[in-house]
């Protein structure tokens, strides 16, 4: 039986996450907005969380560079308006592969990326609230089937 086209495919992302290595994790900003007037208690509130991606070959430091946005909203239950939202960016840095990086292995980089900030994400977002003295809107844990379900 032939092998089909994507199992090809497959086994080209497969060998190019192989070579990936992990050169360092960088925050690129963060800010935090807080309302006073619709902070809840504890059992009330809510949390949204929506991620952005950008995976980028930089020639020139020789670098593949995956960039993971987030926004991370801590909502009262039932209203509109967020008692808190922290914002940032941080830059995933991996040594450049040795092999030809295809749109499919970039897409995953990105799902790795997102998997290797998720934990100072949610570090960040802690810290900030604490110190703005406000409900921690604590991300949850993040699973690889949540970011299967972000793609589609």
Partial sequence: MARTETAALNDDVAAAMAT???????????????SRDVSPSREEKEINVRLE??????EADNVLRAITSF???GHRLRTKKP?????GT?????????IAFTEDAAAEV???????VWPY??????????????????????KVS???????
């Fill in 71 to 73: 926004k991370v909203e």
């Fill in 110 to 116: 990105a799902k790795v990326a997102t998997m290797v």
């Fill in 83 to 87: 008692f808190v939202r922290v914002k």
């Fill in 20 to 34: 990936l290595q992990l050169r360092g994790v960088f925050l690129g900003g963060a800010s935090i907005d807080v």
């Fill in 121 to 142: 994400v949610r570090e960040l977002v802690a810290s900030l609230a604490m110190r703005a003295g406000v409900a921690v809107p604590l991300p949850p844990l993040m």
């Fill in 90 to 98: 941080f830059d995933v840095l991996f040594e450049r592969p040795s």
């Fill in 53 to 58: 991606h950008q995976v980028r070959l930089d």
């Fill in 146 to 152: 949540e970011l299967q379900a972000q793609e589609e």
